[in-house]
């Protein structure tokens, strides 16, 4: 990367002191003790999410802060404080204890962004009960897939969403003890098979005592998004809250007095720990938009809610440079301080839109189901090299290493090579299973004691120590013996001016092994033509030589992407080699 490129901070860009101004010295004095410390012990001696992330607020000087903001189609908000988030989730987990549910039992979540959900997961974490939210979109199947391999005892949905996706697969799910519906038009339901949960929750005590939990207890089981095969359920514990806290403060910089709009759903893990817990425990004003992308809105949102720190996702980002650059001309956003993306590798091209349009550069940072929490991140206290994902935070040691065929892996200590993506186990947000799935789990660590945890994605660390990533191991593409992420190829179509998204993957090939191919969708403005498809096929010649270029381009007007955003190469290849779509259970729908 020539160094004209970097993103240098300036004092102009800092609009607070951020938590995190010397990257080298805070990494040196950094301890999980002194986080634990600092969050403060629990009275009970235990150790338990809502406590921490609710329950001291609600007792103590933020009981009539607002919590979140919850904005309905109008864009009305219906404000709840810590203090009434608090009493609600002590009546729900009032609701679980009398229909006898416990700790350690399990409670699925399908619903849309709506109060319940937080209450619901609040709630059940008080009652040592493990959460597993789900995304409202996805349908039957899947459902009752993740709902049979997590032995969910308690469903919690709407009674829209129970007609149509669960009742007449109820009985493929024989686990679920009880389902507590919420009205979607308010009022009560009355459903055969169901409990109405506002009824419940007008008849629940206001208190309850927390259910003791330790650091090592379940909280959270979340299932992997399925971009490279069938989704598994990654067990979370309660102790993961040190590592909220740690990268709340210093990837998305909370500070106390921060307006913070996280745009991914809970069903995805972004959405529950940098949706709920995180910023809960930094006491900070959440806002949640139920409704679904839409530009306009968007703009709208971070002008008018006042948002100061923006979490949102590259797909995200991608749509708003689609949309064009007259929309966010009407809107103002000068309270918005920090912004962050993560999901999929952020592109060089949507870092600098961010400074053009919004006033900021975008802090790609990286991290997955299975980590629980944010490992590596361009924070505030260094310059963004675009396209990077920045450096590992304070207490994560992050590697490159070469995994043999035996199982064991070997650190690659040179500079820009390429390897596995590891991180030293230690850091308390890591996964502590995949759910009947022991055997995996433990192909995922390697090294001396097992004490590198492999996250199956490629990635080179420069000579400055940032990291640069390269693709899924599954996805990278072989072709005349160069190994090609497609992130790469990826980005070079994306400079083009009339290219939106672009997708690509390795087309089996009898002479070069794979030949790379790539499926792009046009920004609002261009048409699909021979023309430009020759035009882009030069484009990427040009910048990336012939060795890396793509032989072979196609139009399509969408890309398959998950529910969380991230596009599916496993899918453009699947269809372009006329083979089985395999596992489509978190694709969105027209994909
Ligand atoms: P999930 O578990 O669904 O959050 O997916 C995690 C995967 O998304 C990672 O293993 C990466 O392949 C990808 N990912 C997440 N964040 C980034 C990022 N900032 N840059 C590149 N890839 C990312």
Request: hydrophobic share 40%.
């Amino acid at each position: 990367m020539d160094s004209s490129s970097l993103i240098r901070k300036t004092g102009a860009d800092l609009r607070v002191a951020p938590n995190l101004a010397d990257y080298a010295a805070e990494r040196r004095r950094f301890s999980w003790e002194a986080v634990g410390r600092e969050l403060g012990a629990q009275p009970d001696g235990g150790l338990n999410i809502a406590w921490q992330a609710l329950e001291r607020h609600a007792q103590g000087a933020l009981r009539d802060k607002i919590a979140f903001r919850f904005l309905n189609r109008e864009q009305a908000a219906r404000s709840v404080s810590y203090g009434e988030l608090s009493r609600l989730a002590s009546r729900f987990c009032n609701v679980l204890r009398g229909l006898g549910i416990g700790k350690g039992e399990r409670l699925f979540i399908l619903a849309g962004r709506i109060p319940e959900l937080y209450v619901a997961l609040l709630g059940s974490l008080k009652n040592g009960t493990v959460v597993s939210p789900l995304f409202s979109a996805f349908g039957p199947e899947p459902i009752a897939t993740r709902v049979n391999l997590g032995e969910g005892a308690v469903l919690v949905t709407t009674d829209m969403l129970y007609a149509r996706k669960v009742a007449k697969w109820r009985e493929q799910m024989p686990s679920l003890k009880h389902v507590l519906l919420v009205a979607e038009e308010g009022g009560a339901t009355n459903v055969p098979g169901t409990l109405d949960l506002a009824t419940l929750m007008a008849a629940a005590g206001d208190a309850c005592d927390i259910t003791p939990t330790a650091a090592a207890d379940m909280s959270l089981l979340h299932f992997t998004s399925g971009t490279t095969g069938t989704p598994k359920g990654a067990v979370h514990v309660h102790g993961a809250v040190a590592t909220h806290w740690a990268t709340g403060r210093y990837a998305l910089d909370l500070h106390a007095e921060d307006i913070y709009w996280c745009t991914a759903d809970p069903g995805w893990v972004t959405g529950t720990s940098y949706g709920i817990v995180a910023p809960l425990l930094h006491g900070v004003t959440s806002i949640v938009d139920r409704e679904e992308f839409d530009a306009e809105r968007w703009y709208g949102i971070l002008q008018d809610q006042g948002v100061t720190v923006w979490y949102t996702a590259p797909t995200a980002i991608r749509m708003l440079m689609k949309s064009g650059a007259e929309i966010p001309r009407k809107y103002r956003f000068p309270q918005l301080r920090f912004i962050a993306s993560v999901g999929e590798p952020l592109n060089p091209e949507a870092v600098r839109w961010g400074k053009e349009v919004l006033g900021l550069p975008i802090h790609d940072n990286w991290w997955q189901t299975e980590t629980g929490g944010i490992m590596i991140a361009n924070t505030p206290a260094f310059d963004i090299k675009p396209g990077s994902m920045g450096r590992p935070l304070p207490g994560i040691d992050a590697a490159i290493v070469r995994h043999h065929e035996d199982g064991s892996a070997s650190l690659i200590e040179t500079p820009d090579v390429e390897g596995e993506l590891a991180l030293r186990r230690g850091w308390p947000s890591m996964f502590q299973a995949y759910l009947n799935n022991e055997e995996r789990y433990r192909k995922c660590f390697a090294g001396p004691n097992n004490e590198w945890y492999l996250t199956g994605d490629l990635a080179r660390r420069d000579a400055d120590g940032y990291f640069w990533f390269v693709g899924r191991a599954d996805d990278v593409i072989k072709s005349a013996g160069h190994l090609i992420g497609p992130f790469e190829v990826e980005s070079a179509l994306m400079e083009h001016p009339a290219v939106a998204e672009a997708g690509v993957i390795g087309k089996p090939d009898p002479v070069v092994g794979e030949v790379v191919k790539a499926f792009v969708s046009l920004k609002q403005g261009f048409a699909q033509s021979e023309a430009l498809r020759l035009e882009l096929l030069g484009h990427a010649r040009k910048r990336l030589g012939a060795a890396v270029a793509p032989k072979e381009i196609a139009f399509l007007t969408t890309l398959p992407r998950t529910r969380s955003g991230k596009i599916m190469r496993r899918l453009l290849k699947a269809r372009e080699l006329g083979l089985s779509e395999g596992d489509t259970s978190t694709l969105e729908a027209g994909g």
